[in-house]
């Protein structure tokens, strides 16, 4: 995967920064997986999770294999069994009896060290969770599982105390500050490189609010104004001609 195929558009030029959430990810991440545990990272829509994530375990390719599963609309511990099969890669087809599909998927994750990415994962309820928690406590089986999530993720977690107490690392994801927004944004792609922070400042503060996402968005459409108006760069009257496309 190339770190494009992380931002939310497809955006040329597009770096992938190292914010302090992203460095404090990678440590996160690679200590979780040393120790062959869980750990959650959680925040707001938008807030670069998925990205930082994904960058950081691709960091850890080829020598860790990394399996990314993505649920939707509070899946049961049917369907996480059927999408960890498909994520295994397991030949033939799925067993039809719950007793016999844990034990298959038990012996296949004590094959070798693997690592779990979860996105989405606020759409895991108890039982889904529980399920997780239930094929790491095997004593044979050698995983690590990085769930990636919105605040209720986190929120779910904390009712689940024999998951809960399981979580190695916890990391909250939050909006960029003015500070940080002044450091990476020109960093982030050149139509930002030579802006006036004012005019930076003033993106952030009508339209961007610290977002990643929402910068993604709004360089995308600055991006096109430049190039449809020939100006060498954003002004106040290009911003608010993009501000006007967002939702």
Known sequence: MTAATYQYVDLPDAAVVTTRALLTARENIADTVAARAMMCI?????????????????????????????????????????????????????????????????????EHPRTFLVDEAQWLNGEAFEYFRYLWDGPATRFAVVFVGGEGCHTVLRREPMLS?????????????????????????PVWADADPEDI??????????????????????????????????????????????A
């Open 165 to 189: 107490s399981r979580v190695f690392i916890r990391q909250h994801f939050t909006r960029l500050t003015p500070e940080e927004v002044q450091q990476v944004i020109p960093l982030f792609h």
């Open 42 to 110: 959680h925040g707001g829509a938008g807030f670069g999770k998925t990205l930082a994530v994904n960058t950081c375990l691709r960091e850890l390719e080829p020598a860790e294999d990394v399996r990314r599963v993505t649920f939707r609309a509070r899946p049961t511990a049917r369907a996480v069994r059927y999408e960890l099969f498909t994520a295994l890669d397991l030949p033939g087809e799925p067993p039809r009896h719950p007793s016999e599909f844990d034990r298959l998927l038990k012996n296949a994750l004590a």
């Open 201 to 246: 400042a003033f993106a952030d503060s009508h339209a961007a609010h610290g977002n990643f996402r929402a910068w993604a968005q709004l360089t995308a459409h600055t991006r096109t104004a430049l190039a449809r108006t020939g100006r060498p760069r954003a002004d106040r009257e290009l911003l608010r001609w993009a501000f006007s496309r967002l």
